[in-house]
């Protein structure tokens, strides 16, 4: 593909709204383009006007365009009908909403395949479970006339990579392909897109915000703000040293996993703000007769937080991070265990017994955008806590401390009028923020805070809840699968896995020293931003085969052994099918504030591979 000269431009009631602003791009066979920037820099509207799906109020200029030989800048629409698919593909960020829910996966890229290449029928069928299993699907006969809701995340993406290959094109434009994934998913998905590229000579236009992805799949980058490219070059020139200041400021501003954490001593300072012990939640109900639908979703946690610290929450999505986090602030009602805070047992209290014990703790969710009234401005949204508490009676004080929080954090008196579609995200972030400090909580559960933000507004963010745990000694429970940012902020750090903890310990322990197998290969799936330790880490990298098991049907013994590489390694040891391994200290004297739940932790350090570790480059363990 080669463009130069590409503009677009939108009607708005306001005049003309120019979202690209004159760019050139090109990318050669067989090789992999990063176009990097925040969120409205124009990455992705410049993908869409090359493929013709921008709306009809978009208009597209071009000084020249070229897409496997065909001219881009005589366009109609039949001419572009006839690109997509056969001369370029396209992996959409969200497969979950670019699939058809009501039509099972196979029918969808049958769909395609009848299109594209006039295959009909059981032939059709046929070339698409050889798709399916070209992306990596086990079980492709079988899945194929799965549902997309039966697919878990990482599978719904390679679904989606099987249907932009069918033809296949010379051209994948592969759209943030890995932002919502597990960085184990994301590693396989990598993985995936690499061997493409080497087996088909594909190129690939990779858009993403994740600089990490960029360091280990992009042989060049471009960068892009406000619809102009400021940068471009090397990925190597780029990530080391970068020329322009926003690149610079990009690249100061993404939590790195190859940089220590706060690492703060532990202060002997009384009680934990929050002790948990033995917490169970369990979904669904027994049955009489047939198969028991019982899930559970937490099982037999234990955690204490002290005052001013904070404790990371770490694991794949379905491990049951937010259950957790709901089930301590009494949202979900767990079936099992007790919860303390500051001595006070909160669990087993009915809603009128819980409301006015609240004020100690508070929690932020994921999204803003849908947590938030659509309705409420923002004065309206602080003020309903402070009025349900009875905090501050008085109309003028009220105004007085909700113009106080938002000054906590970083907003102004002249966002009070505002709603929330009014605000970017950052500073919907901000609002969720305040509204939990409107009670003075003692804890407050982070719930993903930061993880649909760009990298400069999530380094605010996390700066903000630093400086706002340092000020009023708040205990944070932060809840995320983004492991580079947990290490910024965390003091602690647990890992959960299929509803328990699997390793609990101080932050830089658990990043540089980390003694149970998931927990590696969590920390090894994580890119980093360094081309030449990215090279040495994706040779090196644990990847986890498959997704976990159902919570229906969990194997007896250890719930990770059928991904487990380090019970490959030693031979298939019998004690991982017969007994559940304990949270507790590795080896005779071991350190008891870092405890694992393997049976084998203290093998487990010598088989892992050196460098794929955060600081593993120094001990040789091989």
Known sequence: MSVAGLKVSFATSDGIFTAVKGIDLDVKAG???????????????????????????????????????????????????????????????????????????????????????????????????ELLQQVGIPDAANRFASYPHEFSGGMRQRAMIAMALVSPPPLLIADEPTTALDVTVQAQILELLRELRDELDMGVMLITHDLGVVAGLADRVVVMNRGDV??????????????????????????????????RPLSASGEPVLSVDG??????????????SLVSAVNGVDLDLPPGRTLGLVGESGCGKTTLGRAIIQLNRPTEGTVEIYGDEISGLSDAELRPLRRKFQIFFQDPQSSLNPRFTIERTLAEPLEIHKLVPDGAKRRERIIELLELVGLGPEHLTRRPHELSGGQRQRVGIARALAVEPKIVVLDEAVSALDVSVQAEILTLLER??????????????????????????????????VEYGPAEKVYTDALHPYTAALLSAVPVIDTAAEEHR????IVLAGDPPSPLDIPPGCPFQNRCWLREKLGNPSACSERLP?????????????????HFADEHARHVPAGVLPGGEENENE
């Open 31 to 129: 090789e992999v383009v990063a176009v990097v920037g925040e969120s409205g820099s124009g990455k992705t509207v410049s993908a869409l006007s090359i493929l013709g799906l921008l709306p009809k109020q978009a208009r597209i200029e071009m000084e020249h365009g070229e897409l496997a030989g065909e001219d881009l800048t005589v366009r109609t629409e039949a001419s572009m009908r006839r690109l997509r698919g056969s001369k370029v593909g396209m992996i959409f960020q969200d497969p979950l909403s670019s699939l058809n829910p009501v039509q099972r996966v196979g029918k969808q890229i049958v769909e395609a395949i009848e299109l594209q290449t006039g295959l009909r029928g059981g032939a059709a069928k046929k070339r698409g479970i």
């Open 230 to 263: 400021v940068e471009r070059g090397s990925t190597a020139e780029i990530l080391g040293n970068p020329q322009e200041e926003y690149t610079s400021r990009l690249l100061d501003a993404v939590p790195r996993l190859d940089r220590p954490g706060r690492n």
């Open 279 to 292: 917490l169970e939640v369990v979904f669904g109900q027994k049955r009489r007769f047939g198969k028991s």
């Open 468 to 501: 706002l745990q340092d000020e009023l000694g708040i205990a944070y429970l932060f809840i995320a699968h983004d492991l580079a940012v947990v290490r910024q902020i965390s003091d602690e750090v647990a890992v959960m896995y299929l509803g328990r903890i």
């Open 538 to 541: 994706s040779r090196e990298r």
């Open 582 to 598: 304990e949270l507790a200290p590795s080896g005779d004297g071991g350190d008891q504030t870092h405890l694992s739940a393997c």
